[in-house]
């Protein structure tokens, strides 16, 4: 089945810099990556999503990278705030497959 | 339109129990997927049902077991509670199978003393 790492577990950045977690996966059969914020205490929440067929996708401060040959994908938030400060999972699943989480990061931006 | 919903929001129980936890829907989602979330662990896939049918079932014992009625509610129940069992059990809906979006609800935190 399928597997995913995720790095960082912890990042730290000052306010206005920016933040990359990055994340692999091992099925090749693998379409959907969606990239998931939780506040402390809260739900998590879709942020951005990818699918196979696109390389780069971007909504404001936020973009993800996807690299099938490699299979990792990233995510990017610039200008980061302080309301930025969460724990981001990423994920991957394919077709009728279950959604597969990383681990999580921890980001902390600091004013 | 309402979020997922779940209940109870906080349980406590001891040992040897057992747990109902309950999950409604988005109105209009037919999917329901189940996580355990645990400090260290993420999100670790239990179950998800479609249309009343287990779709897919993740690696967790006999124990952890679940359902999903005619309107798309779901529930999961855990036998024979461990203290390993503490835990945030999430559920997300989503409007069908596959590869799309999944909304998630409050969560229900488990404590078993």
């Known amino acids: 089945g399928e597997n995913v790492e995720q790095h960082p577990s912890t990042l730290s950045v000052q306010e206005g810099d920016s933040a990359v977690i990055k994340c692999t996966y091992s099925?090749?059969?693998?379409?959907?990556f969606p990239w998931y914020k939780q506040e402390l205490g809260k739900r998590p929440q879709l942020i951005i999503d990818i699918r196979s067929n696109v390389g780069e996708k971007k909504d404001q401060r936020i973009a993800v990278t996807l690299n099938k040959t490699a299979k990792h994908f990233s995510l990017h938030i610039t200008e980061t705030q302080p309301e930025d400060s969460a724990v981001y999972f990423c994920a991957a699943n394919s077709g009728n497959t279950p959604l597969v989480f990383g681990k999580g990061t921890r980001l902390s931006v600091i004013a | 339109k309402a979020g997922v919903t779940q209940t109870p929001r906080y349980l406590i129980k001891t040992r040897g129990q057992q747990v109902t936890l309950s999950c409604s829907p988005i109105?209009?989602?037919?999917?329901v997927s189940w996580y355990q979330q645990t400090p260290g662990q993420g999100l670790q896939f239990l179950f998800e049902?479609?249309?009343?049918?287990?779709?897919n079932k993740g690696n967790f014992p006999g124990r952890f077991s679940g359902r999903q009625f005619s309107n798309s509610r779901s529930e999961m129940n855990v036998s024979t509670l461990e203290l390993g069992d503490s835990a945030l059990y999430l559920c997300?809906?989503?409007?069908?199978?596959?590869?799309?979006?999944?909304?998630f609800g409050p969560g229900t935190r488990l404590t078993v003393l």
């Open positions: 109105s209009g989602h037919r999917s």
């Open positions: 997300a809906s989503s409007l069908a199978t596959g590869a799309r979006e999944q909304f």
């Open positions: 099925d090749s059969a693998s379409n959907y």
């Open positions: 049902y479609f249309s009343e049918t287990q779709r």
